[in-house]
């Protein structure tokens, strides 16, 4: 199809779609319901001035504090503008050659990706690297109903969340930014086949297709928060070769990984994939595609979760199809930039670990940057400031990272222009106190564990229902407990039904603070995603494991570990009100991951300082 070019229009809007969220139809309740779920070197010939006169995207990470940044934005920026216009967008729509076993029944159509498109004025010849988001949000939410609201922006408005972001400091210094509408959404055509392989098949097109362009250079890099990180795994699965980098923010790293921990699930597991293609219908002639993962997804998180043990998450493929993971380490050699929120309670901090690892394991250049925020880019402090004690407010304002342009910058200076020598592999850390340290890989390769049997413990109840919680007390230690990677408990459990559940959530009990949380059906009592038989009256060893934590315990602070049958948004098992009993004696035992760090460690670093200028 022809391109189509328009007038491009910027609004200062979050990184969701904006949408009027009011009445009861089935429209507004999906919207509702995925929004509560939901360094470097040498130059370019065509570099601007500023990078002929000043390397400031070589600063080291332990001298950036003082760089002169404007770090009174509501977002970070470059300190240094590009010398090219942006010139006015375009829009394409990619043919998609999809698998048979992806092609859709109903409405005839060609099947194509929607792309909006935002060039530099660069000097003819110039090739450019391109930097990519792409989601279901576009065009997004009440298709005008009554009740209900218009959609959000399209395509062609850059998003306030990662799309307006590079607009302003990226495109100037030569990139390009494209947005781009998954299948079903916006005016990309097709059905929404949520993350499965179609969505996967319509991603790697369009890289490849952006990649082979006479202005591009042959570089793509991905960039998204959420669903839209989770595109950036999806493209990495079986990765056009223009794949260079992608940069997942809070991406889940699979469908089922993403609802179920341990074989807990999380309320929204049940009705997310509906919720999504009712969110997404608009009552036109592409509605009467259908792909078959529409039928069968929906059913597939109740199958899960009341009858895992008799087969409920195997009837079908769907879960194995949007399994991401494997596939990248198997297939993908670009690099990674991880990010995620340590108090992200939307996509759990555990799909970043120990997928940080596995991908060095296998080659795959990694870099990561965790701070105390929740569902947030690491450069929002006006969303940080809200967060609450026990989840992240005693990191505050420290974690918000007004370096991070200056940060994104160097990454993709190497990896989509090649300028300069290769980035280091290591993680940002943030500790729950607030302060910032840098490690090789985390958990940190110097970790070592304390093991504590609840012998040693005391605790007032050995019963855990759903009317019934369980306290029990580690005591003090002499030397501050530095908790830095996924602490376990092992639990010695007797069942009194065909299943049951425990949610574990770690307190410093001598202040009162949250530190962490698990949580575990007894049917996966090994971890995993492989349900087993549950016997009523058998003794099981439930081997939970935390979320990752990275936080400090003080000389002389008791540790508390409150058992319930469920917790924040986890559904009850079918057994809640019998529960279990819990052995709190030497076959139960916790371990805690415990690093050392003195006060002038060359690990920890200080970050720009924007709160000095409130």
């Not at 920026?77 to 990619?94: A, C, D, K, Q, R």
């Not at 850059?158 to 005016?187: E, M």
């Not at 890289?207 to 793509?220: A, C």
Request: charged share 20%.
């Amino acid at each position: 199809m022809d391109a189509e070019v328009h007038e491009a229009e910027l609004i200062s809007e979050g990184d969701g779609p904006r949408l009027n969220l009011t009445l009861g139809a089935t429209i507004a309740f999906a919207i509702v319901f995925i929004f509560l779920a939901t360094s470097l070197g040498s130059l370019a010939t065509h570099s601007t001035n500023d990078q002929n006169t000043d390397l400031w995207w070589l600063t080291p990470l332990h001298e950036r504090h003082s760089m002169d940044l404007d770090i009174n934005q509501t977002r970070s920026v470059l300190p240094i503008n590009g010398s090219y216009e942006v010139l006015t967008y375009t829009e394409h729509f990619v043919t998609v050659d999809l698998p048979p076993s992806e092609e859709d029944v109903g409405f005839p159509e060609e099947d194509v990706m929607h792309v909006a498109l935002w060039l530099p004025n660069v000097p003819e010849g110039t090739k450019i690297p391109v930097i990519m988001t792409i989601h279901p949000y576009y065009d997004f939410g009440g298709e005008g109903m009554p009740g209900v609201g218009d959609d959000s922006s399209p395509n062609t408005v850059p998003d306030g969340g990662v799309g307006k972001w590079i607009y302003d400091n990226f495109i100037s210094h030569g990139y390009a930014l494209a947005q781009a509408s998954t299948f079903g959404t916006g005016k990309s055509t097709h059905c929404q086949d949520v993350k499965g392989l179609g969505e996967q098949t319509g991603i790697q097109a369009v890289v490849s297709w952006l990649g082979e362009q006479n202005w591009s250079n042959g570089n793509v890099g991905l960039m998204g928060k959420s669903y839209a990180g989770t595109t950036n795994w999806e493209a990495a699965q079986q990765p056009s070769p223009y794949l260079k980098t992608i940069v997942p923010i809070s991406g889940s790293i699979g469908v089922q990984e993403m609802f179920y921990r341990n074989g807990s699930s999380e309320f929204r597991a049940l009705g997310y994939d509906a919720a999504y293609q009712a969110a997404t219908s608009d009552l036109t002639s592409d509605e009467l595609r259908i792909c078959s993962d529409d039928l069968v997804g929906p059913l597939n998180p109740w199958s899960t979760h009341l009858w895992a043990h008799y087969g409920g998450a195997e009837w079908n493929d769907y879960w194995d199809e949007r399994r991401h993971l494997p596939d990248v380490l198997e297939n993908y050699r670009g690099s990674v930039y991880l990010v995620w929120g340590m108090q992200d309670w939307n996509v759990d901090p555990y799909h970043a670990f120990p997928t940080y690892q596995l991908m060095r394991d296998r080659g795959i250049p990694a870099r990561g940057i965790m701070g105390q925020w929740a569902h947030n880019y690491p450069d929002q402090p006006d969303r940080h400031g809200e967060l609450t004690s026990g989840k992240g407010a005693e990191a505050y304002p420290e974690m918000s990272r007004m370096d991070w342009a200056v940060e994104l910058y160097g990454w993709f200076e190497y990896w989509l222009k090649d300028n300069g020598p290769e980035p280091q592999s290591y993680v940002q850390m943030q500790r729950n106190d607030g302060r910032w340290h840098v490690e090789t890989t985390w958990p940190p390769s110097d970790m070592v564990w304390e093991d504590i049997t609840l012998d040693q413990s005391t605790a007032d109840n050995n019963v855990v229902t759903s009317n019934s919680e369980t306290r029990i007390t580690i005591a003090a230690s002499e030397s501050d407990r530095f908790i830095s990677g996924l602490p376990t408990l092992h639990l010695s459990v007797m069942t009194r039904c065909d299943g049951g559940q425990i949610f574990a959530t770690m307190f410093d009990k001598t202040e009162n603070l949250r530190i962490g949380h698990a949580t575990m059906d007894v049917r996966y009592r090994d971890g995993g995603y492989d349900a087993k038989t549950v016997i009523p009256f058998a003794t099981y060893l439930m081997q939970m494991e935390f979320n990752p934590i990275d936080a400090i315990i003080p000389a002389g602070n008791e540790i508390e570990i409150v058992l319930t049958e469920s917790g924040e948004d986890y559904l009850p098992s079918a057994c809640a009100a019998m529960g279990m009993q819990v052995n709190i004696d030497s076959t139960s035992t916790l371990s805690l991951p415990l690093i050392e760090r003195s006060d002038d460690a060359d690990e920890w670093f200080e970050v720009p300082r924007w709160w000095d200028y409130l």
